[in-house]
C-alpha cells in the first residue's frame, strides 16, 4: 500500500536529479564598458582676452555657466568621455600667493577621499608658465587638477571632472588620455599682454 521509503527514494532521487542538472558556480571578472578613444588632434583655441592655448578637436568649449562665473572662466566638454575640465582664470594683482594658496587647497580638499595626491611641478621660464599639476587618486570628484601663471599678471586654474560616480578602477584609462591633452594645454599657453 503506503510504502513510506518509496517516497523517499522519490524525494532523493529528485534532489539529487537537480544537483546534477546545475552546474557550478563560477564568479566572473568585473566588466567595464569599452571607450572608443578619439584621434589626438588639436586646433587653436584663440577667443579669450588673457591666453590662448591648443585643445583638442573632441573638446567643445563654452563659458562657465554658474553663478559667480567671472570672465576667462571656461568649460572643456569632453563630452563623449563624459568629463568636463573647468578652467578659471584671475589677473594676478600682488595676490599670487594667495592664488597658489587657494589652488593648493582645493586640491587637497579631496584627501578625504584620496590615497595619495602627486605634484608634479611645470617650469617654462622662456614662455613665462610656472604651475603646478595634481594628480588625485583614488575615488576622488576631480582626479586632476592645475594651475598656471606667468607669476606677474596672469593666473589660470583647471580641474578635471567626470560625468559619472568616482570609480578609480574604470577610469583611470581615461584619466590617462585626458591628462595627456591637460598637460598639452598647459605646454601650449601663451600669455596676452
Given at each position: ?116 595626491i602627486d605634484e608634479s611641478p611645470f617650469l617654462d621660464p622662456v ?67
Amino acid at each position: 500500500m503506503n510504502d513510506p521509503g518509496r517516497y523517499r527514494r522519490g524525494w532523493l532521487l529528485l534532489l539529487l536529479a537537480g544537483l546534477l542538472a546545475c552546474d557550478p558556480y563560477t564568479p566572473k571578472p568585473t566588466g567595464y564598458l569599452r571607450v572608443d578613444y578619439p584621434e589626438k588632434t588639436y586646433h587653436l583655441y584663440d577667443e579669450q582676452a588673457h591666453f590662448q592655448f591648443e585643445v583638442p578637436d573632441y573638446a567643445d568649449l563654452h563659458p562657465h555657466q554658474s553663478r559667480g562665473a567671472e570672465e576667462g572662466w571656461l568649460d572643456v566638454d569632453f563630452s563623449g568621455l563624459q568629463a568636463t575640465l573647468h578652467l578659471s582664470y584671475k589677473e594676478v594683482d600682488g595676490n599670487l600667493d594667495d592664488y597658489i594658496a587657494d589652488s593648493r587647497a582645493l586640491a587637497y580638499k579631496h584627501t578625504v577621499k584620496a590615497a595619495g595626491i602627486d605634484e608634479s611641478p611645470f617650469l617654462d621660464p622662456v614662455d613665462r608658465r610656472f604651475g603646478m599639476v595634481y594628480d588625485l587618486k583614488g575615488d576622488v570628484a576631480s582626479a586632476v587638477q592645475f594651475f598656471l601663471t606667468d607669476s606677474t599678471r596672469h593666473f589660470l586654474r583647471g580641474s578635471l571632472y567626470f560625468d559619472c560616480a568616482p570609480n578609480r578602477d574604470s577610469l583611470n584609462p581615461v584619466i590617462r588620455f585626458l591628462r595627456e591633452d591637460i598637460v598639452h594645454l598647459i605646454e601650449t599657453t601663451q600669455w596676452k599682454y
